[in-house]
């Protein structure tokens, strides 16, 4: 009898003596590649109708903006298949690697960034006093630019690093990204607009907080703070019951109540770099250091 072959085995080249993946292997983890690419592209070109609808006159919810906020979240998905898909299957390369890199810096940076400049930069309030409306505009452009060069930057380090490791490297058996991944940063301005209803702001204010929060992500990304990466989660491995339930409660809750949740879910990664790294300057801070052994004078 036959013995039946996993995914992995089935892709294998019979004809190669190195067990080399057969070619049309390839193309897999290519596929979620330009999927995700795609969603880019869509995403930037339902900015752009929403910025349309919303010069006519459409101060509202925008449904163009909800949809780009919606398929920039779904690019972050199947930019989280892609590696893995190449990991399991053996196939990585080098092409796919830059392919991926080149996806991500407009999927995760041109899109986003076009997004929160139509979200939060231009529908102001017409009575927003002159100044404060320049001022804001040339602040929106300029970090704005600075997300996306950050996002390029941080995927150019890490196509460089061969297994970086964050200064602090954490718990044993752990995976850590060094500074903020561009697609977590995509993802956060992604849920803050779809959070809002995809209403565009308007007061000043909220522009201010806004500029604000895009400086922060683009300082992030090109931090040394560590984030998990969790490659070292695999959901073919057994499970403990209680994860299972919180698998299954984490996708009711996003299926029901998506804008609170999703928000929830980015505002928690992207402080959790934050929190790490305060902490871990309170520990070395006020840990206690060991007494100075007195010096002993030739005499």
């Known amino acids: 009898m036959t013995p039946r072959l996993n995914f992995k085995d089935r ?23 330009a999927g995700n690419l795609f969603m880019g592209f869509w995403a930037i070109l339902k900015a752009i109708e929403g910025a349309l609808w919303a010069q006519a006159g459409n101060t509202g919810s925008n ?18 298949l892609d590696g893995r898909i190449a990991r399991m299957t053996n196939t990585t390369s080098e092409f796919g690697r ?14 986003p960034a076009v997004l929160a400049f139509v979200f939060g930069f231009q529908m102001l309030d017409p009575a927003t006093p002159p100044a404060i409306r320049h ?32 200064r602090n490297p954490g718990r044993p058996g752990r995976k850590y990204f060094v500074g903020l991944p561009i697609p977590a940063a995509a993802g956060m301005v992604a849920a803050v607009v779809y959070a809002a209803g995809s209403a565009p702001l308007q007061m000043w204010q909220l522009t201010a907080a806004w500029t604000a929060l895009l400086a922060l992500l683009s300082f992030l990304m090109v931090s040394a ?11 073919g491995s057994p499970r403990k019951p209680f994860s299972v339930v919180l698998l299954g409660m984490m996708i009711y809750l996003i299926w029901n109540f998506s804008q609170p949740v999703l928000l929830g879910l980015a505002v928690a990664y992207v402080g959790s770099g934050i929190v790490v790294r305060l902490v871990g300057l309170l520990r070395r801070r006020f840990r206690p250091h ?9 005499g």
Not at 98 to 111: Q, R, T, Y
């Open 135 to 166: 001022y804001l505009l040339q602040a929106g452009y300029f970090f704005l630019f600075t997300f996306v060069m950050c996002g390029a930057a941080r995927l150019a380090r890490f196509n460089i690093s061969v297994d970086p490791v964050p």
């Open 225 to 235: 703070w560590r984030y998990r990466s969790f490659k070292d989660f695999n959901l």
């Open 290 to 298: 060991p007494p100075r052994e007195p010096e002993h004078q030739a």
């Open 98 to 111: 830059e392919l991926d890199s080149l996806a991500d810096v407009i999927s995760f940076g041109i899109a």
């Open 11 to 33: 892709l294998i080249d019979p004809k190669s003596p190195d067990r080399r993946p057969r070619r049309a292997a390839y193309a897999l983890p290519a596929l979620f590649t």
């Open 63 to 80: 449904p163009h903006w909800e949809i780009a906020a919606k398929v920039i979240g779904l690019s972050v998905f199947l930019d989280g």
